[in-house]
């Protein structure tokens, strides 16, 4: 017998068995992970958002496990669930954000409730106040470089709207006025695609200095207000409508920008009361003695007619507000010879309303004038002239220099593309599947190549490589088709060589003249292959005025770069308040959607740190 006692009993296994088994005992099926993909497999949550939570959870966790809390989360989590979730979560959030609170007005619209403000406005005036006195949003979203202020007005104040400008008088405006653009548009919002949309008008503003610097649509154009169009009333004798009494106000803020200092009095003319916070402020410096000057609108061309009364771009005699061009006559757009009789007889701050006039208030600021407003180059050239250009080229190359399946050739067409930006590095490429004859050539009609703006804008190299391989040699209209594809490569080079992302401002004196040139060329080269081609009874390369507005542009680009005031931006600003928007649909009336959208967007601003 033993005298060393009872054997000790054996464990199993080694150390790294044991602690594989202690770690297996300690993992568990994540809460949150079950959560995220019952979310994305209802289609509540795309799988980006599905990962981007959980890759904050995860290094939420990380640093939970090093003893830090989060207060934050834990009091969103402790609200109760219920009918009024919503407003909670949006109470917590308006304490916690240092923000302006959007302000109330009572804006009239449709069916609204009496004696209930109707509207929430993000005023420019007082977000340009906060984002200076708290110094990151000024430095982001207004002026990232002080230096280049004297460099854009001593190029900018060659521009037709200038002339007479009282801005020119000041003694400081060169270092201390920011430029100042806003964007309007339409934007389908609910029953999208539907022949009963309904669609939200909204706008925002933006610094052409944050334009200029290159920083994103998030930072730059900062939402104002909206409304749906259908609810939009109009003015009567007793009071004005929902756009008057928009444009007053916003023209109000937009002067109070332009002093430079806090009013003493309402939009309305009412003094503040004595004693009150605004009363408190009245007076003083609004951003340190900056201020700033509206001096462009950008805005598609239905925008334009629609709510600022310019001229129809289709009507035949007085279709552009910039010049008293017309269709037909001595002055005809459709006459783009190098010195064409419209090209001087273009408008002047002193004369502009003798050919049109506006109602909208914005019209009364100091200098502010019908050539303040900026013929879209996205929406003219890309989305207006190459469209159809473009289209005709390929639908003649389709019908008379491709043998083979209506299939065999759209997918040769297609592959040449995709193969050809693939191999070139093309900047932007070209996302449409060119699989179906409408994609170039409409059922009815002219025609026009189907794609966002950047698809068309990225077609000039491709399309010019394509139609040399495949065009005959000995026709004539075919040579002039590769002359204007030639001068269209020739401007996009220009204007691209020269853009602000390289620093430039607007295209150097001459660069300009070379580009309007180019600009004048392609036009007279579209015009002759329509001619040609109706005579030949064959529907090809329609000419609308959007060329005549894009060569507008080209006129101006030697004071400011086509790409500082296109609506590449604005139209991605109208994507994402048609989120917005969406979000704030469910139980609630049409007026207080717009309510819901501003403080959502006073939410957003502040998560991002944007202005605070």
Same mark, same amino acid.
């Given at each position: 017998?033993?005298?060393?006692? /009872?054997?000790?009993?054996?464990?199993?296994?080694?150390?790294?068995?044991?602690?594989?088994?202690?770690?297996?005992?300690?993992?568990?099926?994540?809460?949150?992970?079950?959560?995220?993909?019952?979310?994305?497999?209802?289609?509540?949550?795309?799988?980006?958002?599905?990962?981007?939570?959980?890759?904050?959870?995860?290094?939420?966790?990380?640093?939970?496990?090093?003893?830090?809390?989060?207060?934050?989360?834990?009091?969103?989590?402790?609200?109760?669930?219920?009918?009024?979730?919503?407003?909670?979560?949006?109470?917590?959030?308006?304490?916690?954000?240092?923000?302006?609170?959007?302000?109330?007005?009572?804006?009239?619209?449709?069916?609204?409730?009496?004696?209930? /403000?109707?509207?929430?406005?993000?005023?420019?005036?007082?977000?340009?106040?906060?984002?200076?006195?708290?110094?990151?949003?000024?430095?982001?979203?207004?002026?990232?470089?002080?230096?280049?202020?004297?460099?854009?007005?001593?190029?900018?104040?060659?521009?037709?709207?200038?002339?007479?400008?009282?801005?020119?008088?000041?003694?400081?405006?060169?270092?201390?006025?920011?430029?100042?653009?806003?964007?309007?548009?339409?934007?389908?919002?609910?029953?999208?695609?539907?022949?009963?949309?309904?669609?939200?008008?909204?706008?925002?503003?933006?610094?052409?200095?944050?334009?200029?610097?290159?920083?994103?649509?998030?930072?730059?154009?900062?939402?104002?207000?909206?409304?749906? #169009?259908?609810?939009?009333?109009?003015?009567?004798?007793?009071?004005?409508?929902?756009?008057?009494?928009?444009?007053?106000?916003?023209?109000?803020?937009?002067?109070?920008?332009?002093?430079?200092?806090?009013?003493?009095?309402?939009?309305?003319?009412?003094?503040?009361?004595?004693?009150?916070?605004?009363?408190?402020?009245?007076?003083?410096?609004?951003?340190?003695?900056?201020?700033?000057?509206?001096?462009?609108?950008?805005?598609?061309?239905?925008?334009?007619?629609?709510?600022?009364?310019?001229?129809?771009?289709?009507?035949?005699?007085?279709?552009?507000?910039?010049?008293?061009?017309?269709?037909?006559?001595?002055?005809?757009?459709?006459?783009?010879? #190098?010195?064409? /009789?419209?090209?001087?007889?273009?408008?002047?701050?002193?004369?502009?309303?003798?050919?049109?006039?506006?109602?909208?208030?914005?019209?009364?600021?100091?200098?502010?004038?019908?050539?303040?407003?900026?013929?879209?180059?996205?929406?003219?050239?890309?989305?207006?002239?190459?469209?159809?250009?473009?289209?005709?080229?390929?639908?003649?190359?389709?019908?008379?220099?491709?043998?083979?399946?209506?299939?065999?050739?759209?997918?040769?067409?297609?592959?040449?593309?995709?193969?050809?930006?693939?191999?070139?590095?093309?900047?932007?490429?070209?996302?449409?599947?060119?699989?179906?004859?409408?994609?170039?050539?409409?059922?009815?009609?002219?025609?026009?190549?189907?794609?966002?703006?950047?698809?068309?804008?990225?077609?000039?190299?491709?399309?010019?490589?394509?139609?040399?391989?495949?065009?005959?040699?000995?026709?004539?209209?075919?040579?002039?088709?590769?002359?204007?594809?030639?001068?269209?490569?020739?401007?996009?080079?220009?204007?691209?060589?020269?853009?602000?992302?390289?620093?430039?401002?607007?295209? /150097?004196?001459? #660069?300009?003249?070379?580009?309007?040139?180019?600009?004048?060329?392609?036009?007279?080269?579209?015009?002759?292959?329509?001619?040609?081609?109706?005579?030949?009874?064959?529907?090809?390369?329609?000419?609308?005025?959007?060329?005549?507005?894009?060569?507008?542009?080209?006129?101006?680009?030697?004071?400011?770069?086509?790409?500082?005031?296109?609506?590449?931006?604005?139209?991605?600003?109208?994507?994402?308040?048609?989120?917005?928007?969406?979000?704030?649909?469910?139980?609630?009336?049409?007026?207080?959607?717009?309510?819901?959208?501003?403080?959502?967007?006073?939410?957003?601003?502040?998560?991002?740190?944007?202005?605070?």
């Amino acid at each position: 017998m033993d005298d060393a006692g /009872p054997a000790r009993k054996r464990r199993k296994g080694g150390i790294q068995q044991r602690q594989s088994q202690a770690e297996a005992s300690k993992t568990s099926i994540s809460a949150l992970h079950d959560l995220l993909m019952t979310y994305l497999a209802q289609g509540l949550m795309s799988a980006a958002v599905c990962h981007a939570i959980a890759t904050a959870a995860v290094a939420d966790m990380g640093l939970s496990r090093e003893g830090t809390v989060f207060p934050d989360l834990e009091k969103l989590a402790k609200i109760k669930h219920g009918k009024n979730l919503q407003k909670s979560i949006d109470g917590l959030l308006a304490k916690q954000a240092d923000l302006p609170t959007p302000k109330e007005f009572d804006i009239p619209l449709a069916g609204q409730v009496p004696g209930q /403000p109707t509207s929430l406005l993000l005023l420019p005036h007082e977000m340009m106040a906060h984002m200076f006195s708290n110094g990151t949003g000024w430095v982001t979203s207004v002026l990232p470089d002080p230096s280049r202020l004297a460099a854009f007005w001593d190029c900018f104040r060659k521009h037709p709207c200038m002339e007479g400008h009282p801005l020119l008088s000041h003694p400081q405006y060169r270092n201390r006025c920011i430029p100042l653009a806003m964007h309007g548009d339409e934007v389908p919002v609910l029953g999208v695609g539907k022949i009963w949309c309904r669609s939200a008008l909204a706008f925002s503003w933006n610094s052409l200095m944050a334009t200029f610097a290159g920083r994103s649509v998030q930072d730059t154009n900062l939402y104002i207000w909206g409304c749906f #169009e259908k609810f939009i009333v109009g003015d009567d004798e007793d009071a004005p409508g929902t756009m008057a009494t928009f444009w007053k106000i916003l023209a109000w803020s937009f002067g109070i920008i332009y002093e430079g200092v806090w009013p003493t009095k309402d939009w309305e003319g009412t003094p503040y009361a004595p004693g009150s916070a605004e009363a408190a402020k009245a007076g003083t410096l609004l951003c340190g003695g900056y201020f700033g000057a509206l001096v462009q609108l950008a805005g598609d061309l239905d925008y334009y007619a629609k709510w600022l009364q310019v001229p129809k771009w289709n009507n035949h005699e007085k279709p552009c507000c910039l010049c008293r061009a017309s269709f037909k006559g001595p002055l005809s757009w459709m006459d783009n010879r #190098e010195s064409s /009789p419209w090209q001087s007889a273009g408008l002047k701050p002193s004369n502009w309303k003798t050919h049109w006039d506006s109602a909208c208030a914005l019209f009364q600021l100091p200098g502010f004038n019908g050539l303040c407003l900026s013929m879209d180059y996205m929406h003219c050239m890309f989305l207006g002239w190459l469209q159809y250009a473009y289209g005709s080229v390929l639908s003649l190359v389709f019908s008379d220099c491709l043998e083979g399946t209506e299939a065999e050739r759209l997918k040769h067409i297609d592959s040449f593309i995709k193969n050809y930006q693939r191999e070139h590095g093309t900047r932007y490429k070209f996302k449409q599947k060119l699989l179906k004859l409408t994609m170039i050539q409409p059922k009815k009609g002219f025609p026009k190549i189907r794609g966002r703006a950047s698809d068309v804008q990225s077609l000039d190299t491709a399309l010019l490589a394509f139609f040399q391989q495949e065009m005959d040699e000995e026709n004539y209209q075919h040579k002039q088709i590769l002359l204007f594809l030639r001068l269209n490569c020739r401007l996009s080079e220009k204007l691209d060589t020269f853009s602000p992302r390289h620093g430039y401002l607007a295209l /150097p004196e001459q #660069e300009a003249r070379q580009a309007l040139l180019c600009g004048l060329q392609m036009a007279q080269l579209h015009i002759s292959l329509q001619q040609h081609y109706k005579a030949a009874g064959r529907h090809l390369f329609n000419l609308t005025s959007k060329t005549h507005f894009a060569l507008h542009s080209l006129s101006l680009s030697g004071c400011i770069h086509p790409a500082m005031v296109w609506c590449f931006k604005g139209e991605s600003t109208m994507h994402r308040v048609q989120t917005l928007w969406k979000s704030c649909l469910p139980g609630v009336k049409h007026w207080q959607v717009a309510r819901k959208a501003a403080l959502k967007e006073r939410h957003l601003l502040w998560l991002r740190g944007k202005v605070g």
